[in-house]
């Protein structure tokens, strides 16, 4: 096989190469899309584009959560961007919480590298599901519906969590009712929670009115 | 053109007729599909199933919230399903309340038909978005994003409100919370409520534990 | 619970909210994309980009077909874009008529506020499935399918129509045949109407050739 | 490498091959689903479930309109259930014509294998977008839109069009409007067509009312 | 009817026509996104834009492989961005072949237009699936999945291979393995191929390392 | 609030919980679907569906690449069904190997729990993107792409891989090419591989022909 034709074989397929679309790394300084973010210029991409080392280290766990979440959404890891999964460390400490969340656009699965966590969901149908996992457990959170995770363990405890969308969004209640600036009139109508309540979480989160 | 002419005419194209995927009318006897319900014989189809009057009568609002939520979802209208929409009757007396509640399936278009509705939601950056509406009015809410409605009108308001999917889903927040058996423990772990604010809302919504 | 680790708190969370992609407020003045128009700054986002007032009042129905349609489309009501949902207002005069049309890119359910209604679809197989709807009734109309509404009471009639799509599209028959420069000739051949017919028809709606 | 270390290598990976799901050959004797037929039992498929020659020959286009589709979609081509695409065959005799039509569910690629064919389609704007393809020129139709081809050749002419789609749809523009029980004061209401057309076409095809 | 009264009609429908989106041919200077290109101006759109000859004449196969593959994919033909579809053209001249190879965004079916091809797939269960096929014949290819095609007859073969996306992407497995600077001895470790294989085939087809 | 207001709030919403479609747990027994598996009966599922154990130990690697796959795939996981995501352990021995493979249906994310790991793939153009992780690293493989991933650290290697599918396909090259009755002829003519290096390598991997 000659050299000559070597070129022939290459020069064949070149037009080809330019409809590649394998990745979509973010090129996050453009406006985002209901897809993602534009892509950013594939000849600048290297291998540094696709790995992210931002994870890697336990979030600080000395607030009142004893909790930390630390997540490789498209902003922090541009390769995800449009390729339909990301992921997430949580790190809890002795006595550590995720409180009751969703995220609006993504499932997730949950698995415990270290310690034991009570994880659970509540179903559309009002039915709870919820369960103690051990170091190697998964577990799996349908899309959009309320959860949570405590470690019920002695030690600290450390679990991955990944989800089937680059951008999963993620919505935790007590911010949602008490930290902004949600009327408190407006927060008891909808929760039926008391006035009293309400205003004492406001306090603590930062919200007003 | 001649009767023979048309017979060709029409055995040609029967065999495509075969191949119609116009529409899956749910055959609610079957299991479910993650891409919804197995589709009803084509050939027992009438428009009978297109129609629904389930939701041309008010709710029933005799009730602590004052309100009610009348669906027509796949299981009460099968033919939306597979067609990625459907729609909903939100009847509120006066001083009636659709309490805080997410839709994990779907993006919801609130239409105002009579009376007047303060309506919101918060995003996951905990921003909260609400206004009052007048007849005529629409307002979109994003799929999965706690939001709720409240009559603030004199007399009674009702509202359709459209989805993105036949089977979107719906959790309310206190149900969700409260009326189920979810330990007291755990709601207050993971919510920073008051054991006494969770006893006292389990109790009147009928939650256990 | 101290100021500080309240503090702690909200910052750990805050690179999260970077990724938030909850909504994606249309910018109408950048290019579209096949997932819709790029997203407005979240952060000049308001709850005026949620709520829509333009089809709260009836369309001019002084016209031939004596009907009007009012859409809340991506391009008239921007925060749709990119949620799978908008929704139309159909106003109906005596005697009104929406003509035969098709959706390109979404199902539509239709609910009647006011009036009669005879509306109808027919499908790939070539059954006609159309019904009368009375204030309160439902009905489906799948995607890409031919479908007509007709004021078939005494009085005025008024409906919404929603959609699966923030980008729904409208072909309305007689537009796409006789109100362009498509020649007589292959408005012929195509559909076998009569010369005459397509003639008279394109005077009507202004086409040519 | 010895023998025993092959057999742990192949049963290690053999609970992966469990969740294959590469392909799902439609089981036309199991009821549709809204993502496509159920799947044949993958251990009864065979190279002949991929490979079909009934679109291998020309269909007889000894009809009024000199022209044949044939079709290679689920029902006729199993093997492509589930996996988003499918093909036909068009044949035009000379003078022959593929009358006006829609696909709702895909959009469509036509090529041209022999002879001169001219296409077109009407953008929901009401554009015309017409033009005459010869051998091996190529035209995309979108989802939806009404569309066209004439044989305008001395000789006949073949054609291969793709979809997008294993069940795109077919929706005849005169089969929907004049070859069923749609009454014929519904046509002429809602296309502005004289009554008198009206009858004639349904004669000619077969309607009736 | 009257002028007037149809210039009332055109204008109530005109704000409809602005939110038209039934294409969007691909502005290929923009920044491409996970969903595509940006769309081009639509009224800068012309009928040039939805037809394409590029594929309308055999590819160079004198080369190595004795074959061509060329592609109308969005970056040659922008009209199919954003429609779910793109076709090929490939030719074989006697003993050609087009390599062992997958398409990791799509399907495809292909059609035998002229000779006799040998063509096949392997399935993720690691089960073979090959046929020869004669002019007329199609085949499907799932997607993702390694699969091959190869001149099996005495002259020269043609056939059009469709994808069920604008960007199905191309990975050719020589290439892919031996025609860059992945390291000998990665691709000896986790191919199994012995390192002088590896080094002929590298030299043939430029690799490095 | 009275017991009977509260009866009379909860039966408002009975008839919204039919309609629930949260999840999909797999009936592994009935057939499967393009979309996923039919789902068990709502009433059936419990907390158990949601959690799996299954991945929990280390694989067996004492076989010839030194590694083991461990997939929670929908057959392993049924919970996974329908909710776009799934997980599996990879465990390496010293000096292991996951060999060149792809995955057709999904893109993956690869977080390193404990070692060292040389992971890498090769995009359609040919490029290398390959890179040396640490404990915490995570790296993202696109959709479909050959990738490898090899112990390059002095002990063993621990790994979880998450994938935006519940089915996402898993094709070893080395299986596809050498562990069947593909015949060595096509193996040879669409590889270049030589003849010697083929039949070595189905003699070890079990194929014939």
Redesign the interface.
């Known amino acids: ?1 000659s050299i000559p ?2 070129l ?3 020069l ?2 070149v ?10 790394v973010a ?1 996050l300084k ?10 950013k ?2 000849k600048m991409v ?3 584009d ?4 931002g ?3 336990a ?2 766990t ?4 004893k909790a ?10 541009p ?9 997430a460390r949580l790190d809890l400490a002795t006595g550590g ?1 995720i ?2 969340h ?8 949950l ?1 415990v ?1 270290e310690g034991t966590i ?1 994880a ?12 103690t ?14 959860h ?1 995770q ?1 470690n019920s363990g002695k030690g600290s405890a450390l679990a ?1 969590v ?4 680059p ?1 999963p ?9 008490f ?4 009327p408190t009139e ?1 927060v008891a ?6 006035v009293a ?1 309400i205003k ?2 406001k306090g ?3 919200g007003s009115n």
């Open positions: 096989m034709s070597l022939v074989f290459s064949l397929f037009s080809t190469y330019a409809s590649v679309n394998d990745f979509c090129d453009a406006s985002d899309t209901p897809s993602g973010f534009p892509c210029n594939p290297t291998e540094a696709f790995v992210y080392s994870i890697g280290k979030g600080n000395t607030n009142i959560i930390a979440v630390t997540p490789a959404f498209t902003p922090q890891f390769g995800v961007n449009g390729l339909g999964i990301s992921i919480v409180p009751m969703t995220h609006p656009g993504a499932s997730e699965i698995v590298i009570c659970g969901f509540i179903s559309s149908a009002n039915t709870v599901y919820f369960k996992l051990n170091k190697g457990d998964i577990m799996v959170f349908p899309q959009g519906l309320l949570f405590i991955y990944s989800f089937g969308s951008s969004g993620l919505q935790i209640l007590d911010f949602a009712l930290a902004n600036e949600l407006l109508a909808t929760t039926f929670l008391d309540q004492k979480l603590v989160l930062g």
